[in-house]
């Protein structure tokens, strides 16, 4: 079985070596960079699975990298960084990132984010082969070609605006979407940043679609950033 392969891009030694033990822990294939243009050199090279990405290299910010590497792949991208305000984060996933770990982080949790990234990459590259005209997450599906949803095999009678925001989630599932992504998306170019309207609507699409919306079990919460279709 062939294992992924990790790219790792960071300038901390101490860092890089404890994701480096991690990733041996889960024998995964890595390769490692400590500058922005080795980053980018390896991106093109290396055909990684995922990227991890930290945005403080010593020649170029993190950003830039991102920006450029969604220029020609869409790779998932994790950020693991010490830049923790929300409009860092904002900017790096708007940027094209999937997802922002804040340093220090756990080890659980970096794996886990890790495995969800490498779930999607490999979602994306079986649906390159085909249309894909149905969702499975859990209980939830989406048929995409009827425009209709279910929970349970139970139809989901949805608003317009809220099927628009459950496929935006889902197609992006895993990865973290910016409150202004999503208007974007929703309501087109046209839009205005008009948030809580957006978290009213999350909140009657949560009604319908969590067993308990006070505790999601599909979409999470990012305060302050946005949201993330869990994958079940």
């Not at 930290?54 to 920006?67: C, F, H, K």
């Not at 970096?110 to 085909?130: H, I, K």
């Not at 998306?185 to 969590?210: C, H, N, Q, Y």
Request: aromatic letters at 8%; proline letters at 4%; a negative charge.
């Amino acid at each position: 079985m062939i294992k992924p392969k990790i790219l790792v891009i960071e300038d901390d030694p101490a860092i890089t070596n404890l994701i480096r033990t991690t990733l041996d822990t889960q024998a995964y294939q890595y390769h490692t960079a400590k500058t922005g243009a080795e980053a980018l050199l390896d991106a093109v090279s290396y055909n990684a699975d995922v990227i991890i990405l930290d945005l403080g290299l010593p020649d170029m910010d993190g950003i830039e990298i991102i920006r450029k590497v969604r220029g020609w792949s869409k790779v998932p991208i994790i950020v693991v960084s010490a830049r923790s305000e929300d409009l860092d984060k904002v900017e790096a996933l708007d940027a094209g990132a999937d997802d922002y770990l804040t340093k220090p982080f756990s080890i659980e949790e970096f794996l886990a984010r890790l495995r969800v990234a490498l779930r999607r990459s490999q979602t994306e590259d079986s649906n390159s082969q085909a249309p894909v005209t149905h969702y499975q997450n859990g209980d939830l599906k989406i048929d995409y070609v009827a425009g209709c949803a279910y929970l349970n095999e139970e139809e989901i009678h949805l608003t317009p605006i809220e099927y628009k925001l459950l496929t935006v989630l889902a197609k992006n599932t895993g990865k973290v979407l910016t409150h202004n992504y999503i208007l974007k998306e929703v309501w087109g170019s046209s839009f205005e940043a008009d948030i809580p309207s957006l978290r009213v609507f999350m909140a009657t699409l949560r009604k319908k679609i969590e067993e308990n919306p006070s505790d999601p079990a599909y979409i999470q919460t990012h305060i302050g950033v946005g949201y993330r279709m869990i994958k079940r």
